[in-house]
């Protein structure tokens, strides 16, 4: 069980360590790796009690965890800031562009 616990302070250390240079996708991919951690833990505590030293390393890991929380918000809202622009970058470029084909004939039939 101390091992999980132990890799979950590590990479949980190393994510707050480089937290501000990690892309959307490597942050990503870390609080996936984080999370079969945190189901680990949590199968092997429905297994045995955590011991109170334990329950204090998940508390710690936890209290730490707001700051992470704050750089995955930003970068959701980047990335939605992102999408807006290029959304209204597409409605006005399409206004000018033409929705029909000009070499085309316009076929009238005699009454």
């Not at 994510?15 to 942050?27: D, H, K, M, W």
């Not at 429905?46 to 936890?62: D, F, G, Y």
Request: include cysteine.
């Amino acid at each position: 069980m101390s091992d999980s616990i132990r890799l979950l302070e590590e990479l949980s250390e190393d994510i707050q360590s480089r937290l501000g240079a990690l892309t959307y996708e490597e942050l990503s991919e870390l609080m996936d790796r984080r999370q079969i951690i945190v189901d680990q833990i949590e199968q092997k505590a429905s297994e045995s009690p955590l011991t109170e030293s334990e329950k204090q390393c998940i508390r710690a890991v936890i209290g730490r965890d707001m700051t992470i929380q704050v750089r995955i918000n930003f970068l959701r809202n980047e990335a939605a800031h992102w999408l807006k622009k290029r959304n209204q970058a597409k409605a006005q470029r399409s206004t000018y562009e033409t929705a029909y084909t000009p070499d085309a004939y316009l076929m009238d039939s005699r009454k």
